[in-house]
């Protein structure tokens, strides 16, 4: 006897050659389950642990939040804070009602963020300090590889922004950043903007919002975000330059398009020429005259030089130049300039 099996007595080989593989896929499958939720939840710590450290001060970025919460387990990754406050060391602040953030595990370098109103921003400047509020807002992020911005889009609700001495608030501002070769390329439009100067007479001004007020530029180098006078100040020595590709304003009777390329002072004013092709100059330097901005004389000067610019189809090609804190149409200085920030 060689104690063999029969073979209507021995196991099924093939049946378990057909079961081998779905096994071993489930084992794999289970790893992966086991692996993934370890790293969810490891991600998760270190996100508490990130905006626990960052509220105890110190050196850099200080945030506050009313008991941040984490979640979305398992196809998302989700972080919500209550009135949360950021301060920079360089004095700038900011504060939301609410913010959620979150991204999908599987595109880690693509995140979304939705802030409930009211959300506010304040920049100390040698002058004062620049301020905006809005109702709220949503943001899409997008990182490269090494952990750098590529691209960010931005939609505001009810944007307020003010300084010292002037103000700008709209309905709505979308702003879209993208990084390019060297440098960041910036699109903003604003809907329904309404302008203040102060001091600006009544009537100085067309009536109504703005109806149309966008800008397409590139900043070279790229520039520290978010804007601050200190990071101004490193982009403007390290000899920063704001290319105006494309600008618009339609308001009222104004129309203007405008390029060309800018820079800052050292007072952080603005500096450089533009070329403006400006359509209903004639009833905003009449405006101005009225109300008591400009003296006549002034404005036949004004007008006499637009008068001589004048295109084929009656609108008028001006450049536009700004230096040493002064706003000038040609030869003309009309307007004193203020430091950005």
Known sequence: MTGRKPAAQRPDSA??????????????????????????????????????????GGIGPVVGADGPRVGGFPLAFGVRADALSLSLPDGAAARGEA????????????????????????????????????????????????????RARVDVAAPRIAGPDWRVEARSLEADLRA?????????????????????????????????????????????????????????DAGGTLTVDAARLD??????????????????????????????????????????????????LILGFLGGLSAEDGATVVPVRMGDGWLALGPVPVARLAPVM
């Open 251 to 300: 308001w009222g009777t104004l129309s203007l398009e405008m390029d060309g390329r800018i820079a800052l002072d050292a007072e952080l004013r603005p500096t450089g020429r533009l070329e403006a092709r400006i359509e209903g100059a004639r009833e905003v330097v009449e405006a101005l005259v009225a109300a008591g901005v400009l003296r006549p004389a002034d404005a036949g």
């Open 180 to 236: 390019v070769s060297g440098g960041l390329a910036i699109r903003v439009e604003a809907a329904e903007a309404r302008p203040g100067l102060a001091g600006m007479p009544s009537g100085a001004l067309p009536e109504g919002p703005i109806e149309r007020l966008a800008i397409a530029a590139t900043a070279r180098p790229r520039p520290d975000l978010p804007f601050t006078p200190a990071g101004l100040a490193r982009w403007r």
């Open 15 to 56: 049946a378990r050659r057909r079961f081998r593989g779905p096994a071993i896929l489930l084992a794999g499958a289970v790893v992966v389950a086991i692996v993934y939720s370890a790293g969810w939840f490891a991600v998760r710590a270190h996100v508490l642990a990130a905006l626990e450290s960052q509220s105890s």
């Open 99 to 150: 913010v959620t953030a979150g991204w999908r595990p599987w595109r880690p370098l693509s995140a979304r963020a939705d802030v409930a109103g009211p959300l506010t921003y304040r920049v100390p400047t040698p002058g004062g300090s620049v301020a905006a509020a809005a109702e709220g807002g949503a943001g899409l992020a997008r990182l490269s590889p090494l952990g750098r911005l590529s």
